[in-house]
């Protein structure tokens, strides 16, 4: 993968009529379906369907006790998935949905705590893809109640590198693919990485509003809204996708290092007799401070040194380096700033697993 090599994908393709229609009745029949939202894929089944839900965690090899996240339509009523809706959740609704931002409440008791791993909290969703919006309003259509909802983490195995493709998606479950699941088409995701989430489900204890994952909705807009600070994560907080220390993951071993490790790392392996064949991989978003020879068993990738830019092609660079057969991703450490959190916090978690 050289550094002009970036994933090509077919930003324009959407899901037909009848692929929804069909996606649809699978849903309907407890089954799986992977869909397209603006953040990431994801592998969707009825949110009040424990059989349903607990089919998404054997598909992914999720632990029973970490939750996913229930996708809604812009018209759902909160109220039949949540216990209260507090005037806090309805401001950052007002400002963000349709949108990548999660919202963690208490669950109605109706609803059942498969989908929070077994928490008395539920997180809630309402993207913004139109693939998606149409994919839930199908399904509302089909309930008594008119309130469909979709659990729908992302569509990769535990623990590895989220898909932005359904491309990404047929090559992470081919034999569920080969059975039938239906993977829904929209194009390349346009955020790339997953949602922000926020809790509070423990208002009423007097803990106010919690950042637990960044992501494209900053703390600094959250506070905006709010009009107050968002707190960082406490010990009593609940269980939420994406927070295990070790976590979108390749394949391929990640080092995540400052300019200064990476330019060490860089020279000390333009120094050293790799095995034949083998090749590291440099990944900069600072292509000036980085030199890389032609004839050297290193290959230098370029990202965008903007954080909207690097979120939208981070996963689909990993999956596509994953392929590449490198010895090893020398990876430099992104910006800092409150806009890049989201990438800061995922890259930490893929590398860790490897420190």
Not at 126 to 137: E, K
Request: aromatic content about 6%; overall charge negative; hydrophobic content about 40%.
């Amino acid at each position: 993968m050289s550094e002009r090599d970036q994933p090509v994908v077919n930003a324009n393709a959407r899901a037909s009529a009848a692929e929804l229609v069909h996606a649809i009745e699978v849903l309907a029949q407890q089954g799986l379906v992977a869909f397209p939202t603006e953040t990431v894929y994801g592998l969707g089944a009825d949110a009040e369907s424990a059989l349903a839900v607990e089919r998404i965690y054997q598909a992914k090899g999720r632990p029973s006790n970490h939750p996913v996240i229930v996708h809604v339509t812009p018209e759902a009523d909160l109220l039949y998935w949540a216990a209260s809706v507090p005037p806090e959740a309805q401001q950052l609704i007002d400002a963000f949905w349709p949108g990548p931002l999660t919202l963690i409440l208490k669950r109605a008791s109706h609803i059942s705590s498969v989908v929070s791993g077994g928490q008395d909290s539920i997180g809630l969703r309402c993207p913004s893809h139109p693939v998606a919006q149409a994919l839930l309003r199908g399904f509302a259509a089909t309930r008594a109640s008119g309130q469909g909802g979709v659990a729908g983490p992302s569509a990769n195995k535990f623990g590895q590198v989220s898909p932005t493709t359904a491309e990404h998606v047929r090559s992470e479950f081919a034999e569920l693919f080969a059975q039938g699941m239906p993977i829904l088409e929209g194009g390349a995701t346009d955020v790339g990485i997953e949602s922000t989430i926020v809790d509070l489900s423990r208002l009423d204890q007097g803990v106010g509003p919690v950042l637990l994952r960044p992501g494209h909705i900053t703390a600094a807009q959250l506070a905006q809204v709010l009009n107050q600070e968002v707190a960082a994560p406490d010990a009593q907080a609940p269980r939420v996708s994406g927070a295990l220390k070790s976590h979108y993951a390749p394949q391929t071993p990640l080092r995540l290092l400052s300019l200064t490790e990476l330019q060490h790392a860089v020279a000390a392996a333009q120094t050293t007799k790799l095995a034949p064949g083998e090749r590291l991989a440099v990944v900069t978003h600072m292509p000036e401070g980085i030199a890389v020879g032609p004839d050297e068993p290193l290959e230098r990738i370029s990202l965008p040194n903007d954080p909207a830019a690097y979120s939208r092609v981070l996963y689909a660079t990993l999956r596509a380096l994953d392929q590449q057969g490198y010895r090893q991703l020398l990876w430099q450490q992104p910006p800092t700033g409150p806009e890049w959190d989201g990438v800061q916090d995922r890259l930490s978690r893929a590398a860790a697993g490897f420190s």
